[in-house]
T-cell receptor
């Protein structure tokens, strides 16, 4: 069964810092990897999707990379803002079965 | 419009009650999903419907009964639940596995369920 791990579990940074969140998975036979944001008690908001054939995707201040062969993805957030504070989850698509990591809880201090 | 709507937002039920959760999308998506999320844990896949047929059941107890009456609607019928079933229940939709690597999931805000 696919196992997805996210490091670190929590991160606290001052506003303006660039930061990297990590996601690793055990089964490289994936369709894609998706990064989500979840605010407390809320649903998930899709941030970026990287297809299995892609290496990188960018949206605004966010950049996600994928190294399928090594089972790793990173989410880079540039110039962090207090509004970025949330839990960030990665999920891999194993042919329509989605497995989530436990998330990284990010706190950006003003 | 990338909205997935879930009702109710909150639900409190006793262990002998029967209730239903509802999920709706109008994006023309052909795959719909139910997830269960406990506090401080990631979402866990429960069911997947593809083209209105149940394609994946992740060994969920029979007290949870999914239904997909049409391509826009997904229900989760609840009966004789236990207190440990209290959680956030999330619905998601996507274009479906036929789209392969472009299969983006869109989530609703969830139903917060408390079983007394």
């Amino acid at each position: 069964k696919q196992e997805v791990t996210q490091i670190p579990a929590a991160l606290s940074v001052p506003e303006g810092e660039n930061l990297v969140l990590n996601c690793s998975f055990t089964d490289s036979a994936i369709y894609n990897l998706q990064w989500f944001r979840q605010d407390p008690g809320k649903g998930l908001t899709s941030l970026l999707l990287i297809q299995s054939s892609q290496r990188e995707q960018t949206s605004g201040r966010l950049n996600a990379s994928l190294d399928k062969s090594s089972g790793r993805s990173t989410l880079y957030i540039a110039a962090s803002q207090p509004g970025d504070s949330a839990t960030y989850l990665c999920a891999v698509d194993n042919f329509n079965k989605f497995y989530f990591g436990s998330g990284t809880k990010l706190n950006v201090k003003p | 419009d990338t909205e997935v709507t879930q009702t109710p937002k909150h639900l409190v039920m006793g262990m002998t009650n029967k209730k239903s959760l509802k999920c709706e999308q109008h994006m023309g998506h052909r795959a719909m999903y139910w997830y269960k999320q406990k506090a401080k844990k990631p979402p866990e896949l429960m069911f997947v419907y593809s083209y209105e047929k149940l394609s994946i059941n992740e060994s969920v107890p029979s007290r949870f009964s999914p239904e997909c009456p049409n391509s826009s609607l997904l229900n989760l019928h609840l009966h004789a639940l236990q207190p440990e079933d209290s959680a956030l229940y999330l619905c998601a939709s996507s274009q479906g596995a036929a789209t392969g690597p472009k299969n983006i999931q869109y989530f609703g805000a969830g139903t917060r369920l408390s079983v007394l």
